[in-house]
């Protein structure tokens, strides 16, 4: 059985947002930046704070109540036959398995639960890997995908080689996904990788190499690390963009849409010369994507965040062509497109 053959579409999808905001001028003033540097260079006008009980898990938690609560009617969590935890690395606990706390506290008791481990693209592999399960087993026809964020915690404000990193933000995002629901189509899919930046960001304390003791417990290593600044900084300015628009024109072609003109790209938090970029080669205008300049990045989830933005401002309507695209350390990129309503 063919992919085409199998039409699967996004019966809801859940949000849960912190109630506080950490504003340029706090940022400017934690990471010794100029204001102009965080709102101009960076693009940041504000993110959200996460407040001490807005964890990881929690967050998805209670977005994958409020996806089900919007999918009343047609989906309970009796009918979900799998959970995947599409949220970031950093959990609330090390070597948790967060899919299966999700599947337990929203009462889906007849499904199976495992974790995608990534960095700013799970909630689209999610998509990919729910899909494809379902073309592969006929006994699979609802998922649920749930995840949070809240690598903000792992950003050092005062090291200049991260400071593309100080957007990042915290939330949780959950969507369900249903075989043969012909609303919120998924039209085609593509994934990306550089497996030689696979090294150059990560945490460098707290894994086998290097464990939590005495002596690293309060140094910049329990921060992201950039371990060649000057690469990174060119990789940035050049590569990242243009594996943007490349991953985005693979999802397209998978789609049978080469070429078309997207009503909306919901597309992950990008400094403003990236984004500009990503926009002028894809001849799309600004108005057809979120900056996300006051919401900051929240990984996975930002595709979600910006999908929302645009349904709520109805710049999206029935019959809509969205691509959904996001990237993250590693780096790896993916997108997806998705016929609205």
């Not at 645009?310 to 497109?337: D, M, P, Q």
């Amino acid at each position: 059985m063919g992919k085409k053959e199998t039409k699967v579409g996004i019966v809801s999808y859940g949000l849960y947002l912190p109630k506080d905001f950490e504003t340029a001028d706090e940022i400017a003033a934690r990471s010794g930046l100029s204001k102009d540097v965080i709102v101009k260079e960076i693009g940041l006008k504000k993110k959200y704070k996460p407040a001490q009980d807005d964890l990881p898990v929690i967050m998805a938690r209670k977005a994958a109540e409020n996806a089900l609560e919007k999918a009343k009617g047609i989906v309970t969590p009796d009918d979900i036959d799998i959970v995947l935890w599409t949220g970031e690395e950093y959990k609330d606990y090390i070597a948790q398995t967060a899919s299966i706390r999700i599947q337990e506290e929203v009462k889906a008791y007849n499904a199976w639960a495992f974790d995608i481990i990534g960095q700013g693209t799970p909630s689209l592999v999610g998509i990919r890997l729910a899909r494809d399960l379902m073309v592969g087993d006929a006994t699979v026809n609802t998922v649920l995908l749930a995840g949070g964020t809240r690598d903000y915690d792992l950003v050092n404000y005062k090291d200049s080689d991260t400071k593309w990193m100080l957007p990042t933000s915290a939330s949780g995002a959950a969507m369900i996904l249903r075989r043969d629901y012909v609303n919120n189509s998924i039209l085609g899919m593509a994934q990306i990788v550089d497996p030689e930046m696979a090294d150059e960001v990560y945490v460098p304390v707290g894994g086998t190499v290097n464990p939590f003791n005495v002596d690293n417990i309060e140094t910049k290593g329990i921060f992201y690390n950039v371990f060649h600044p000057s690469l990174m900084d060119e990789y940035l300015a050049e590569r990242m963009p243009e594996r943007m628009v490349e991953v985005i024109s693979k999802a397209l072609d998978d789609a049978g849409m080469s070429g078309k003109k997207l009503d909306y790209l919901a597309m992950r938090y990008l400094l403003p010369e990236q984004r500009k970029n990503v926009l002028e080669a894809l001849e799309i205008g600004e108005s057809k994507s979120d900056a996300l300049s006051d919401s900051g990045y929240h990984g996975p989830n930002d595709v979600i965040i910006s999908l929302d933005r645009a349904a709520e401002r109805g710049i999206i309507k029935k019959g809509s062509i969205i691509v959904l695209a996001s990237a993250g350390i590693g780096f790896t990129y993916s997108a997806a497109v998705l016929q609205y309503g």
